[in-house]
């Protein structure tokens, strides 16, 4: 302990031990000093004790962006958060839960957003809060916990990433939700794991129809390929203009992730006769099905000849 020791306050001496003690004796109401604390002092640990005792919501804020020890930063941003989520959710005061919704955007923490999202006693708030929600996950917990349809398919609007639409549709027991993430999934590897293992059982078949669509579609484009040329030149463009539709409309089904879609009102047929059938028939009068959505692929009928 130097000299100047005893001309010091406590919480402002050398011994690390003596400005910690001297900080845990402070009260919530000594603003200033906690602020000066949590703002200068040296030792993580000393800060951290002002932190946990500061309730001015804009000094946390402001120790949220500047402190430098990670944990610090992340407890000033906690204790923020917890104060505007509690003053956005109440009802006494509009231009107080404004303010504090205000704050929470600008700190960024969705998590928070989220609880104001669901919480908020003002409409009107709940959805500025969920409009400001970006994070993947925070926008996934957004859908699973609104009561709004309006809101929960909005999130949804939002939420673009493959691992979380894969984890709500496989997660959820709420039909409509998992049916809704699943139709923003596209790729065979990902509509397997969602038919294998979907909580919901409308899900895991809408995941295994839709597998079952590719795969007739697949061979139904074998099929045509394999046909080759008729030796009839206006059938052949025929085929031709038919085969490039088939490939638009594919294309079409993997960009399902970005469009809504529709289900298929008539039932597939078989894929096992496809190709037997293609082979069998009179190439004059042709007509398959492709089974991406129940569109008709090709149908061609040749003029009967005299």
Same mark, same amino acid.
């Given at each position: 302990?130097?000299l100047?020791?005893?001309?010091?306050p406590?919480y402002?001496?050398?011994?690390? =031990?003596?400005? $910690?003690?001297?900080?845990?004796?402070? &009260?919530?109401? @000594?603003? *200033?000093? $906690?602020? &000066?604390?949590?703002?200068?002092?040296?030792?993580?640990?000393?800060?951290?004790?002002?932190?946990? =005792?500061?309730?001015?919501?804009?000094?946390?804020?402001?120790?949220?962006?500047?402190?430098?020890?990670r944990?610090?930063r992340?407890?000033?941003?906690?204790?923020?958060?917890?104060?505007?989520?509690?003053?956005?959710?109440?009802?006494?005061?509009?231009?107080l839960?404004?303010?504090?919704?205000?704050?929470?955007?600008?700190?960024?923490?969705?998590?928070?957003?989220v609880?104001?999202?669901?919480?908020?006693?003002?409409?009107?708030?709940?959805?500025?809060?969920?409009?400001?929600v970006?994070?993947?996950?925070?926008?996934? #917990? $957004?859908?699973?916990?609104?009561?709004?349809?309006?809101?929960?398919?909005?999130?949804?609007?939002?939420?673009?990433?493959?691992?979380?639409?894969?984890?709500? !549709?496989?997660?959820?027991?709420?039909?409509?939700?998992?049916?809704?993430?699943?139709?923003?999934?596209?790729? @065979?590897?990902?509509?397997?794991?969602?038919?294998?293992?979907?909580?919901?059982?409308?899900?895991?078949?809408? !995941?295994?129809?839709?597998?079952?669509?590719?795969? !007739?579609?697949?061979?139904?484009?074998?099929?045509?390929? /394999?046909?080759?040329?008729?030796? @009839?030149?206006?059938? #052949?463009?025929?085929?031709?203009?038919?085969?490039?539709?088939?490939?638009?409309?594919? #294309?079409?089904?993997?960009?399902?992730?970005?469009?809504?879609?529709? /289900?298929? @009102?008539?039932?597939?047929?078989?894929?096992?006769?496809?190709?037997?059938?293609?082979?069998?028939?009179?190439? *004059?009068?042709?007509?398959?099905?492709n089974?991406?959505?129940?569109?008709?692929?090709?149908?061609?009928?040749?003029?009967?000849?005299?």
């Open positions: 302990m130097g100047a020791d005893f001309f010091r406590k402002r001496h050398s011994d690390v =031990k003596v400005r $910690l003690e001297a900080v845990r004796a402070l &009260t919530s109401d @000594e603003v *200033d000093i $906690l602020a &000066t604390v949590a703002k200068s002092d040296k030792d993580p640990g000393v800060r951290r004790v002002a932190i946990e =005792k500061l309730e001015r919501v804009d000094l946390l804020a402001e120790l949220a962006g500047s402190e430098s020890d944990g610090n992340d407890l000033a941003g906690a204790r923020a958060a917890g104060l505007w989520v509690s003053s956005a959710c109440q009802d006494d005061d509009p231009t839960a404004a303010d504090a919704l205000a704050g929470l955007i600008k700190l960024g923490d969705d998590d928070a957003l609880e104001v999202a669901t919480r908020a006693a003002d409409q009107a708030l709940r959805k500025r809060a969920a409009d400001a970006r994070d993947p996950r925070a926008l996934v #917990d $957004l859908a699973k916990q609104s009561n709004s349809p309006e809101v929960r398919q909005a999130a949804l609007g939002r939420l673009d990433d493959t691992d979380a639409l894969r984890g709500l !549709a496989i997660d959820t027991s709420v039909k409509e939700l998992g049916l809704a993430a699943l139709d923003k999934l596209a790729g @065979e590897e990902l509509l397997e794991q969602v038919a294998q293992k979907a909580k919901a059982k409308a899900v895991r078949q809408r !995941a295994r129809k839709r597998l079952d669509e590719l795969a !007739a579609a697949q061979l139904a484009e074998v099929a045509w390929r /394999e046909l080759g040329d008729t030796g @009839e030149p206006t059938l #052949d463009e025929r085929f031709g203009r038919a085969v490039a539709r088939f490939h638009a409309r594919k #294309d079409a089904a993997a960009r399902a992730a970005h469009e809504p879609r529709r /289900e298929a @009102e008539d039932r597939r047929e078989p894929v096992a006769p496809v190709r037997a059938r293609v082979r069998e028939r009179d190439p *004059d009068d042709v007509d398959i099905i089974p991406v959505h129940g569109l008709s692929l090709i149908h061609i009928s040749e003029p009967t000849r005299p």
